[in-house]
């Protein structure tokens, strides 16, 4: 449909400018027209303006702690009696995100042509993701959308917290060991040759260990071309690999079988699943709805694969708790959904379990951090010393070097 640039006076006689979409000029003036609009000057947007706009390798990305800003500032306004359009408006002009605020300025247009909020967001995917769509469509439904809103703020604090947690444990080794090995291969690629070149104007026979340090040395600076360049093919290749369907799959099957890892993954997976199924049923999302948004969130495609079985049983008439996979889910959750499922509580039960997951997390990252660290300084403690008694080895026998 096409779109018409506008600046108009509201019925307070301020100046708006937005975008509006209608079959014709008349028919945007029309529209303008009904929703109180005076003063009203249309112009057709230019096709190659409007994908200028939208196309940005310097976008920033839309993160959990973004959607949490905006859902309880949202929230809040609502509550106060704000009307979605000027709580829209304002968050345009507060919210730090500049992808966030360019879709909202368009979901603010949307919505004052007649649009419910839901399905204005809709139209920005990569902002607003479908967790957030359908607990919106499900609260106008209600009529509870500031309440909604407000259990979305924490959830989405809550999903923030979870995903940081499995970063850090990720990524907390990874860091260590990468900067240790600049640091060794700093000395072998600098110091050891300034040593090797002081020891060959001794002459004589050099100890067992420093002449395997300086052949290492050597090695290095004569292929570290090759080393880069290999270094570079891993990390892209990788990098790619993972991007695919069979990729990803085999990563994620990797992650669950990690010795002390696989326990951060799999519970954050647990607890991601829960506490997004459980603010779903808790906004009025149908369930089977709910569980097929749920299994995209777990952040592992075998689980998110054995949930789409999940919602086929679900969808046959069986109960959630018979048709969790038990491989991927233990029999602590299973039975906790049944009760939740026989009293009618799903919704509280699977926030418990979400609770107990982020928890578990908790204590599982902290339990491979305090394991990490001693492990870490007694192997890079091992390869530095190595590296001292090597090279300072000849100094001790410097009466047998000197001819």
Same mark, same amino acid.
């Given at each position: 449909?096409? !779109?018409?640039?506008?600046?108009?006076?509201?019925?307070?006689?301020?100046?708006?400018?937005?975008?509006?979409?209608?079959?014709?000029?008349?028919?945007?003036?029309?529209?303008?027209?009904?929703?109180?609009?005076?003063?009203?000057?249309?112009?057709?947007?230019?096709?190659?303006?409007?994908?200028?706009?939208?196309?940005?390798?310097?976008?920033?990305?839309?993160?959990?702690?973004?959607?949490?800003?905006?859902?309880?500032?949202?929230?809040?306004?609502?509550?106060?009696?704000?009307?979605?359009?000027?709580?829209?408006?304002?968050?345009?002009?507060?919210?730090?995100?500049?992808?966030?605020?360019?879709?909202?300025?368009?979901?603010?247009?949307?919505?004052?042509?007649?649009?419910?909020?839901?399905?204005?967001?809709?139209?920005?995917?990569?902002?607003?993701?479908?967790?957030?769509?359908?607990?919106?469509?499900?609260?106008?439904?209600?009529?509870?959308?500031?309440?909604?809103?407000?259990?979305?703020?924490?959830?989405?604090?809550?999903?923030?917290?979870?995903?940081?947690?499995?970063?850090?444990?990720?990524?907390?080794?990874?860091?260590?060991?990468?900067?240790?090995?600049?640091?060794?291969? #700093?000395?072998?690629?600098?110091?050891?040759?300034?040593?090797?070149?002081?020891?060959?104007?001794?002459?004589?026979?050099?100890?067992?260990?420093?002449?395997?340090?300086?052949?290492?040395?050597?090695?290095? !600076?004569?292929?570290?071309?090759?080393?880069? #360049?290999?270094?570079?093919?891993?990390?892209?290749?990788?990098?790619? %690999?993972?991007?695919?369907?069979?990729?990803?799959?085999?990563?994620?099957?990797?992650?669950?079988?990690?010795?002390?890892?696989?326990?951060?993954?799999?519970?954050?997976?647990?607890?991601? %699943?829960?506490?997004?199924?459980?603010?779903?049923?808790?906004? #009025?999302?149908?369930?089977? !709805?709910?569980?097929?948004?749920?299994?995209?969130?777990?952040?592992?495609?075998?689980?998110?694969?054995?949930?789409?079985?999940?919602?086929?049983?679900?969808?046959?008439?069986?109960?959630?708790?018979?048709?969790?996979?038990?491989?991927?889910?233990?029999?602590? %959750?299973?039975?906790?959904?049944?009760?939740?499922?026989?009293? #009618?509580?799903?919704?509280?039960?699977?926030?418990?379990?979400?609770? %107990?997951?982020?928890?578990?997390?908790?204590?599982?990252?902290?339990?491979?951090?305090?394991?990490?660290?001693?492990?870490?300084?007694?192997?890079?403690?091992?390869?530095?010393?190595?590296?001292?008694?090597?090279?300072?080895?000849?100094?001790?026998?410097?009466?047998?070097?000197?001819?």
């Amino acid at each position: 449909m096409p !779109r018409f640039n506008y600046v108009a006076r509201d019925s307070y006689g301020f100046v708006r400018k937005g975008v509006i979409e209608a079959e014709s000029i008349q028919l945007a003036e029309e529209n303008l027209i009904h929703q109180g609009f005076r003063d009203i000057q249309i112009s057709a947007q230019k096709k190659i303006e409007s994908v200028k706009k939208e196309i940005s390798l310097f976008k920033p990305k839309v993160k959990e702690r973004d959607l949490a800003i905006f859902s309880r500032q949202l929230g809040a306004m609502l509550g106060a009696g704000i009307s979605i359009a000027a709580a829209l408006e304002i968050l345009a002009e507060q919210l730090p995100n500049k992808t966030m605020k360019s879709a909202l300025v368009k979901v603010r247009d949307d919505v004052l042509s007649g649009n419910s909020l839901s399905k204005s967001m809709s139209k920005f995917p990569n902002v607003f993701p479908e967790f957030m769509i359908n607990l919106v469509g499900a609260a106008e439904e209600s009529g509870k959308l500031d309440e909604i809103l407000k259990r979305a703020t924490i959830y989405y604090e809550k999903i923030a917290m979870i995903k940081g947690k499995i970063k850090s444990a990720s990524w907390y080794p990874i860091a260590v060991v990468v900067i240790a090995t600049l640091i060794v291969g #700093g000395i072998l690629t600098f110091i050891v040759p300034t040593f090797a070149q002081i020891y060959e104007s001794f002459g004589g026979e050099l100890p067992f260990l420093t002449q395997i340090l300086i052949n290492i040395s050597n090695g290095i !600076r004569g292929n570290i071309l090759y080393i880069v #360049g290999f270094i570079v093919f891993m990390i892209v290749g990788n990098s790619y %690999f993972y991007k695919t369907a069979t990729g990803k799959e085999f990563y994620h099957r990797l992650f669950l079988k990690i010795p002390v890892l696989k326990n951060i993954f799999h519970k954050g997976a647990l607890a991601k %699943f829960a506490r997004t199924l459980s603010t779903l049923i808790n906004g #009025g999302v149908p369930i089977l !709805r709910a569980i097929e948004i749920s299994s995209k969130t777990v952040g592992n495609v075998l689980i998110e694969k054995s949930l789409e079985k999940t919602k086929l049983d679900v969808e046959k008439g069986k109960s959630l708790a018979v048709s969790l996979d038990k491989k991927y889910f233990p029999l602590m %959750f299973t039975a906790m959904v049944n009760v939740g499922e026989n009293t #009618g509580r799903l919704d509280e039960m699977l926030d418990t379990i979400a609770n %107990f997951y982020e928890d578990e997390v908790d204590r599982e990252v902290d339990a491979l951090i305090s394991l990490l660290e001693p492990m870490l300084m007694v192997v890079i403690g091992g390869v530095v010393g190595f590296i001292l008694i090597a090279l300072y080895l000849p100094i001790f026998k410097i009466g047998e070097l000197i001819k």
